[in-house]
């Protein structure tokens, strides 16, 4: 059964027009991947952003030293994640997909929904994610540090992406 957590990146005093904007930037992009670099390489695979939504295709990679000794116990190379997010056309409310696959690691799924939406003082973007790893025995302790440390992923890039709308909406 595959285990579910919840995260929202609230950004106070932006729009959900400004976030989606930043979403289809290529230079935010490639901000954001710069600023991951200082932890693993990261790149942008593919971006594609138009009338019909937002698409992009990310690679995380994982060097295996930097991974828990319980991910290292079946992972025998470095971690290698592509990670797809899908956005539908701008609208006041947002939604969309992500998934993520890890292709030489162990068969599993990270995947959920995304929902950008206003609030009272800006903009929330909620991630549902889900994991299954179908390993035995490790399965469940995996899908919890999978979705553990893609929340802290998440906390980071929503950092990031708070300073960016900032710097590029100004508030004040």
């Known amino acids: 059964m595959p285990r579910r957590l919840p995260y929202s990146a609230r950004y106070p005093l932006h729009t959900t027009k400004e976030v989606y ?19 693993s390489p990261n790149e942008v695979i593919d971006l594609q952003a138009g009338d ?21 116990s079946v992972m025998r190379k470095d971690m290698v994640i ?13 939604t969309g997909t992500m998934s993520a696959s890890i ?4 068969t599993g799924a990270l995947e959920g929904t ?6 009272e003082t800006g903009s929330t973007l909620r991630t549902t994610t889900s994991a299954k790893v179908s390993v035995p025995f ?4 995996l899908e919890q540090m999978i979705l553990v440390n893609f929340v ?9 992406t708070l300073q960016w709308l900032d710097e590029h ?3 004040a």
Request: proline share 11%.
């Open 21 to 39: 904007a930043a979403l289809g930037d290529h230079a935010y992009w490639e901000a954001r991947m710069a600023k991951m670099r200082e932890y």
């Open 52 to 72: 019909g939504g937002i698409a992009v295709t990310i690679e995380h990679v994982l060097p295996r030293h930097m991974l828990p000794d319980l991910a290292q």
């Open 82 to 94: 592509t990670r797809t997010e899908a956005y539908g056309p701008y609208a006041p409310e947002v």
């Open 103 to 106: 292709p030489t690691g162990p």
């Open 114 to 119: 995304l929902h950008l939406f206003p609030t």
């Open 138 to 141: 490790l399965g469940p302790r």
């Open 152 to 160: 802290d992923l998440l906390r980071a890039e929503a950092e990031f």
């Open 169 to 171: 909406n100004p508030t």
